[in-house]
């Protein structure tokens, strides 16, 4: 196989942090030698969250074998995530913002049609749903852990307690159509077609304040790996938390 070299977009200053996490990994478990060092290892798992590289990419790239990649990839990963903020965490921080952003986005993955939880049939193909919370500027705050494609947004918002917390915070929040029925502070724009001028006034303010939430959508997009998943889809929530964690590193 033949090798090449390449770049990732991201700064250094995030692969300093990556090494410096994996380092401290290292001498938790007493690690005395490994085929690469911990700076290898993290530019390794770096390339596979931000550019998707395959294993047998990564393995033909630092001359290790496609075991030893699945090994490394999965520490970082699982030591990334550890660092992911909880929900009471992440309002602390979302308690100085003005208003956020709340929006839900289907992440693809590679499952087959028996895989019915996970098949969403407004985009007609299979995925997870994340939900993503950002502040007024658009920028990621926070991702919450992934279920399955079928769930709707408003069901998915209850289930991690996203409402309840916004409330207690005392924030507003900015949502689309699919969040109708939330109450408290989350706001809405009208439904139908035949609306009062007021009303169409309204939705459109709400819809500019609300777009610039497609940013965030973007930064997790950008990173080839989420643009269709194909790993178990019980290490999605961790890959999402390690991808929130990298983006708050970059910051």
Known sequence: MLAYPSSIDLSSRTLRFLTGQLAVRRQEIGTRWRRLSAARQALLALAHLRCGDTYAQLAAGFGIGIATVFRYIGEAVEVLSALAPSLAEAMRT?????FVILDGTLLPIDRIAADTPYYWGKHKRHGVNVQVLTDPFGRLLWAWPALPGSTHDLTAARRHGIIEALADAGLRCWADKAYQGAGGPVRVPFRGRRLKR????????HTKNRCVGEQAMATLKGRRLLRKLRCSTNRITDVVKAVLVLHHASA
Not at 94 to 98: L, N
Not at 198 to 205: A, I, L, Q, V, Y
């Open 94 to 98: 979302i308690r100085a913002k003005a």
């Open 198 to 205: 007021w009303k169409r006034r309204h939705n459109t303010t």
